[in-house]
């Protein structure tokens, strides 16, 4: 089996963790490896160091949501070469930048970041920027398998 689990918050241990599993498979076989994704999220710069690093690994991974696939655990999950999702899986998105967190303190990083986020959902949805903006990127959005599918996030259920 080639199995990695991100099934807590989403933070520079975990992404370690991940990466070095990750290249781990990678070195011994290009088959696939599945990367099951139970989050409520974590940290957007390290969920985009797992993206990063998920586009240029020698073996596909593909991401399999189950549970919940919150905020930049969402980012990760659309990265994979195959989307899966489980039936009664919740997806959720949300304004990744405002508030108080610490990228609206560093204006320049949270617009660069706010970019990097919306092309990331371009570029994995059918969805259009102007929609992206205002459901996804707004209020907190919970969703689920069957709108996740709608909208090109998913690539098949698993029922």
Not at 43 to 64: G, Q, W
Not at 84 to 104: K, R
Not at 131 to 145: N, P, Q, S, V
Request: net charge negative; glycine share 8%.
């Amino acid at each position: 089996m080639r199995n990695i689990y991100l099934f807590s918050d989403i933070d520079q241990n975990l992404c370690g963790q991940v990466i070095q599993q990750m290249y781990g498979f990678a070195e011994s076989s290009q088959e696939p490896i599945t990367l099951y994704i139970n989050t409520n999220g974590g940290d957007v710069l390290h969920a985009f160091a797992l993206i990063e690093t998920m586009k240029r690994c020698p073996a596909p991974v593909h991401t399999l949501a189950l549970g919940r696939c919150f905020s930049a655990g969402l980012l990760v999950y659309l990265a994979g070469t195959r989307r899966l999702a489980y039936s009664c899986t919740m997806f959720m998105s949300h304004d990744f930048i405002s508030g108080n967190g610490p990228y609206q303190r560093m204006r320049k990083l949270g617009d660069w970041l706010e970019r990097r986020i919306v092309d990331h959902f371009v570029r994995h949805t059918n969805l259009s920027v102007d929609l992206i903006k205002e459901r996804l990127m707004g209020a907190e959005y919970y969703f689920d398998e069957q709108e996740a599918l709608a909208m090109g996030m998913v690539d098949e259920i698993l029922i």
